[in-house]
């Protein structure tokens, strides 16, 4: 059974920095890239960064870049984004989801539960 369980959010202030968390099982957690996606209120899903198997490369949306950091520890299972000068527009659902493999042809095959940042004065 694949799992993924995201952790970390919070309500925070403009400004602040939070470090989300999202562990694996039920998969070989080294075999995925993986992304964080999120979801603003009344907002359809925006993607939000990338990181391959081995950690070694990554990517951000233009609106994160110098601000968000990605990365994970194979060993422990776990997907982190590491996020600074958070803003307003920054809340969000934070979701970590797998990519999505050639045999499924989706961008993503599976996804947390999701958890809430809220950045608000």
């Known amino acids: 059974q694949v799992q993924l369980v995201e952790s970390g959010g919070g309500l925070v202030q403009p400004g602040d920095s939070l470090r989300l968390s999202c562990v694996g099982s039920?998969?070989?957690?080294?075999?995925?890239?993986l992304n964080w996606v999120r979801q603003a209120p009344g907002k359809g899903l925006e993607w939000v960064s990338f990181?391959?198997?081995?950690?070694?490369?990554?990517a951000y949306t233009d609106s994160v870049k110098g601000r968000f950091t990605i990365f994970r520890d194979n060993d422990k299972n776990t997907l982190y984004l590491e996020m600074s000068s958070l803003q307003p527009n920054d809340t969000a659902v934070y979701y970590c989801?797998?990519?999505?493999?050639?045999?499924?042809?989706?961008?993503?095959?599976?996804w947390g539960q999701g958890t809430q940042v809220t950045v608000s004065s």
């Open positions: 989801a797998t990519d999505g493999s050639p045999s499924t042809g989706s961008n993503f095959d599976y």
């Open positions: 039920g998969f070989t957690f080294s075999r995925y890239g």
């Open positions: 990181i391959n198997r081995g950690g070694a490369t990554s």
